[in-house]
């Protein structure tokens, strides 16, 4: 089983910073690529932000050069550090992960964080 546990969401005035962070445990025997994902009332869901086992990185184009993936290996976890919130960045934040797992790439969901911008 893997578990994958968020933490950092919240409610933040516009222009504010959050720092989401998401960590995985369980049985696998490597963390492939992380990313984050975001809905909003009435949306679909889409990718924020990606980094992949040796750091690379992508970005939406409207969270460039305001939010920052990053990851720690050695604690399996990636973090979103979202600075100079917008309004429109409210939705429900979810990070996914892929593993290693019985020689099979499997993806999982975290269950999702809050994250509210006031203007």
């Known amino acids: 089983q893997v578990q994958l546990v968020e933490s950092g969401g919240g409610l933040v005035q516009a222009g504010g910073s959050l720092r989401l962070s998401c960590a995985a445990s369980?049985?696998?025997?490597?963390?492939?690529?992380m990313g984050w994902y975001r809905q909003a009332p009435g949306k679909q869901r889409e990718l924020v932000a990606a980094?992949?086992?040796?750091?690379?990185?992508d970005y939406v184009d409207d969270v460039k050069g305001r939010f920052t993936i990053s990851r720690d290996n050695a604690k399996n976890t990636v973090y979103l550090q979202m600075n100079s919130l917008k309004p429109e960045d409210t939705a429900v934040y979810y990070c996914?992960?892929?593993?290693?797992?019985?020689?099979?790439?499997?993806?999982?969901w975290g269950q999702g964080t809050q994250v509210t911008v006031s203007s």
């Open positions: 980094i992949t086992t040796d750091d690379s990185t």
């Open positions: 996914n992960v892929e593993v290693l797992r019985w020689n099979n790439r499997l993806n999982y």
């Open positions: 369980g049985n696998f025997a490597s963390v492939n690529a």
